[in-house]
């Protein structure tokens, strides 16, 4: 990752601001943020550019970086691939309070915030988010567009599927697997394998809708 990199994000509200505090700290240089409009609340005082659906986005970006910062993986999702089309520069931010095995795996446009540990031979995929104090544990694997939330423990072998949600505090026992379109709410516990997509919650977690 080079040093003194100018960086565009998109989005910039919440979860934007614990991405510009890691890029930040990895040297990145913040030049300005694209959404649907300004935002009301400008903390880290940088331009707003625009809509980034409605404009020319890579003309404006150049060579330089771009990262998707949304919460939401949906949003994240279209997002990526808007930047995917039009060949523009993507990376990966991690944290330096994290603990990121040698061994695993990050995809483009994913986040590892504060605290959170990446294990040997663990995979993550593209942009999902490794949220602050998250465990994901050896050999675990985490496909495209999916949130581990503050606090989660995926425990070893732990297989996850796109667009998932692991809400903060959940805990997911060895060798399960989560499909696709998936949300686990906050604190669940999941003892089994989940193979249909909707929402689950509960100790054990099971299906609500």
Do not use: W
């Not at 700290?25 to 331009?47: H, R, T």
């Not at 931010?93 to 986040?111: C, Q, R």
């Not at 465990?135 to 495209?144: A, L, M, S, T, Y």
């Amino acid at each position: 990752m080079q040093k003194f990199k100018s960086l565009f994000i998109l989005g910039y509200s919440g979860h934007a601001y614990v991405v510009l505090d890691i890029a930040l700290s990895n040297g990145f240089v913040p030049k300005g943020y694209f959404d649907f409009q300004k935002a009301q609340s400008n903390p880290y005082q940088i331009s707003y550019l625009g809509n980034e659906n409605t404009i020319d986005l890579s003309s404006i970006v150049g060579s330089n970086f771009v990262f998707p910062a949304i919460g939401s993986n949906q949003i994240r999702k279209k997002v990526y691939h808007l930047l995917k089309e039009q060949a523009i520069e993507q990376t990966v931010l991690v944290d330096k309070s994290a603990s990121v095995s040698t061994m695993a795996s990050i995809g483009n446009s994913s986040l590892v915030a504060p605290k959170a540990v990446i294990n040997s031979r663990a995979i993550i995929g593209e942009a999902c988010v490794i949220n602050t104090g998250a465990i994901i544990e050896h050999e675990c694997k985490i496909d495209d567009f999916s949130h581990i939330a503050p606090g989660s423990v995926l425990t070893g072998n732990v297989s996850i599927g796109k667009n998932v949600l692991v809400g903060a505090g959940s805990v997911v026992r060895p060798g399960i697997t989560i499909c696709d379109d998936v949300i686990i709410g906050v604190g669940s516990v999941v003892v089994r394998d989940i193979l249909e997509k909707g929402t689950y919650a509960g100790n054990p977690a099971k299906r609500l809708r």
